[in-house]
């Protein structure tokens, strides 16, 4: 398979647990315009806040305005924020049709929404929930809001994927387990390989364009992401304690909202990305690559990175969207 040449760890300086504020000092985004998908939650605040302090006019879509526009009293005004459900396909492209038109250059993309092992459900076109949601909705608005991307000549769309997704390669025979009995966590890193996928795919067919794409895991983090798992799952991951604290491992490896953030802006922002793209990366850094076997929580897979996967898997989306 073939996988870039460019993943591979650069130095940055950087450690893996900087704050948000570390990696954003000296950046300065003033009149640039930034989208952020679940911006209202978790890292997602937290990004918001950062891009917004940094100079940049954000951009929140949400499918609970209220409660978007409670939550980010204080860090954007809420005619920032604008209502789209990433489960409902026609909302999605009623929000990037509107966007475009409102905003025709957009600077920097990072679609940060996602659900996690949760029980079986479909959107309301069908698709099982984790890949219609955290895959299929993204797909969806970059096809909206490519046009205002190219216009920056420089934009960076960043895709939140995860170290989970060695817990599943997409299956392109049952991708919408139509007849394949579901299993969460194998649901989950298919959606999460089909994240990272779609980086490596936007990446070659737009570099031409300026436009630059990375897929990034923020790394561990307690979030409203955990909301479908009861602790005594969480617990048999070593993940809290019996009691529902989290456990000496997790305070040791987990990051606080802003830590885990901070990828994602690393690879929004970083001139040492310059002239690169369609690469995983993790704590501040590019990934190296690991075997498809390996028990590593770190390192990114091949299934996850290699160009003809992704560019099926863009066929295939496209297919599914035209399908519906």
């Known amino acids: 398979m073939s996988i870039s040449s460019q993943q591979t760890p650069i130095h940055t300086g950087i450690g893996r647990k900087p704050e ?28 918001v806040r950062a891009l917004t302090n940094a100079g940049a006019t954000v951009l929140v879509p949400s499918r609970d305005v209220d409660r978007a ?6 860090i954007i005004p809420a005619d920032q924020i604008g209502f789209m459900d990433l489960s409902d396909l026609p909302t999605v492209e009623r929000y990037g049709e509107d966007l475009s038109s409102a ?12 659900v996690m092992a949760c029980p079986l459900d479909r959107t309301k076109q069908g698709l099982e929930w984790q890949l ?14 490519i046009n205002p991307l190219r216009a920056a000549n420089g934009a960076r769309l960043i895709t939140l994927s995860s170290i989970a997704h060695r817990m599943g390669a997409v299956d392109f025979s049952d991708m919408n387990y139509d ?68 456990s000496a491992v997790a305070a040791k490896l987990f990051k606080s909202p802003s830590q885990g953030c901070a990828t994602s802006l690393w690879a929004a922002t970083a001139m040492c990305l310059n002239g690169m793209g369609g690469v995983y990366c993790e704590d501040c850094n590019i990934s190296r690559l690991v075997p498809d076997d390996s028990n590593d929580f770190t390192g990114v897979r091949q299934w996850a990175i290699a160009s003809e996967i992704a560019e099926r898997l863009w066929d295939e989306t496209e297919k599914m969207l035209t399908g519906l």
């Not at 504020?21 to 998908?37: N, P």
């Not at 526009?69 to 204080?74: A, D, I, R, W």
């Open 20 to 47: 948000a504020a570390e990696v954003m000092a000296g950046v300065d985004l003033s009149g640039k315009t930034a989208l952020v998908t679940g911006g209202y939650s978790g890292i997602g605040v937290e990004t």
């Open 69 to 74: 526009v409670k939550t980010l009293e204080g």
């Open 103 to 114: 905003y025709p250059i957009i600077d920097l993309a990072i679609f940060n929404a996602g």
């Open 132 to 145: 219609g949601v955290n895959h299929v909705g993204h797909f969806a608005l970059l096809q909206q809001i």
């Open 179 to 246: 007849e394949r009995p579901y299993d969460k966590w194998q649901a989950y890193g298919q959606a999460k390989s089909a994240q990272s996928l779609m980086a490596v795919e936007l990446d070659r067919r737009e570099q031409g364009n300026g436009l630059r794409s990375f897929a990034v895991h923020p790394g561990g983090i307690f979030t409203p992401l955990q909301r479908h798992l009861g602790n005594a799952e969480m617990a048999e991951f070593g993940w809290t304690d019996v009691d529902g604290n989290p």
